[in-house]
């Protein structure tokens, strides 16, 4: 098998066993109240993970683009504007940002 | 959606409407992941079975500009299962959720759990399989499309166009997360100390800092949010 097939073969079951462990197991698994609050805590701290300091880096040179991405779609949020429309509308502000910024 | 009357088909296409802004992210983003691929010399059909295979935004991108690098399959391989592992626990959060489930659409489910997936369904009032794998499943979907969209288009979009949408997975994680937080101070003050405990930790830990922040940032979550606002619904 080539390079690649290995690379993609390896990947995929690297990635799918984290995945299927609990899949095998979840129903015979009976957790206590503290877990399942630990478990239902976990949303909101993997979301604070995945867009701090992540969404920094959205421009390799420019940390505060992605910086004004999250406060528009934080504020439309607020609002409680519609999921599709928020992302939309964060890629249309940060295309109007980058037409503004000289450099690029 | 709790109604027993409401047919699997049902749930299944609500949850697929519920994951369309999903895509508005998935199919620029698979395009980037398409790119580099190609250009580490990925073929067509390798490209697009990646994307169907593996399912993992970030890990696939690493995997291809590490691929275009020379890396060796063991590291490449490795940095996957690092990378990848906070799907244990996102599958562990989704399967402990679902109703009306069994092993065969368990291990369905498990396979199209990504950060997306996970954290609209978890965040959500929704609790039946069908709902998820509507979600994750068009999530899935968009995401080998946009690797196939890649493969064909042979010139680079716009720098400019490309870092926008970027941004759009961000905002929709903004999107998720802000209701919970503005709801809820406790949640806010969480999610504060978990997000300051990751830029922290990602100086000294790397890959691994997302899964340690998030693991922690929930252990200390015990004791700063009261019972009644993360024990609602499941059992």
Not at chain 2, 164 to 185: D, G, M, Q, R
Not at chain 2, 200 to 216: H, K, R
Request: glycine content about 8%; some cysteine; aromatic content about 10%.
């Amino acid at each position: 098998m080539d390079y690649i097939s290995l690379v993609i073969l390896g990947c995929a079951v690297v990635t799918f066993i984290p995945r299927l462990i609990p899949a095998l197991f979840i129903d015979k698994l009976n957790f206590s109240p503290k877990f399942e609050k630990f478990l239902n805590l976990i949303p909101y701290t993997a979301l604070a993970a995945l867009i701090c300091p992540g969404v920094l880096t959205v421009d390799s040179q420019l940390w505060y683009i992605g910086l004004i991405g999250a406060v528009v779609a934080a504020g439309l949020a607020w609002k409680k504007v519609p999921m599709g429309a928020i992302v939309i509308l964060t890629v249309v502000v940060l295309i109007t940002v980058y037409s503004i910024v000289p450099m690029i | 959606m709790g109604d027993i009357t409401i047919s699997r088909k049902d749930k299944f296409i609500y949850g697929a409407k519920k994951g369309i802004p999903i895509t508005f992210g998935y199919v620029p983003m698979g395009i980037g992941y398409a790119a580099i691929a190609i250009k580490a010399g990925f073929t067509p059909l390798q490209t697009i079975s990646m994307s169907f295979l593996v399912y993992a935004g970030a890990g696939q991108i690493i995997a291809a500009s590490m691929a275009l690098s020379g890396a060796t399959v063991i590291a490449i391989v490795l940095t996957n299962f690092v990378v990848n592992l906070r799907y244990f626990v996102m599958s562990t959060c989704v399967l402990n959720k679902v109703e009306e489930s069994n092993t065969p659409l368990n291990i369905l489910a498990a396979h199209v759990t990504v950060d997306e997936s996970f954290a609209m369904f978890s965040l959500s009032e929704d609790s039946s399989i069908w709902i998820y794998l509507g979600i994750a499943i068009t999530a899935w979907l968009s995401w080998c499309f946009g690797a196939a969209i890649g493969v064909f288009l042979l010139d680079m979009l716009p720098v400019i166009v490309t870092n926008s949408f970027n941004i759009s997975l961000y905002a929709l994680f903004v999107a998720i997360l802000t209701p919970a937080v503005k709801e809820n101070k406790q949640i806010a003050i969480l999610v504060l100390i978990t997000a300051v405990l990751n830029i922290v930790l990602s100086q000294f830990l790397g890959n691994w800092s997302l899964i340690v922040s998030t693991l922690v940032g929930a252990g200390i979550g015990m004791y700063l949010v009261d019972d009644e606002y993360v024990l609602s619904g499941d059992a």
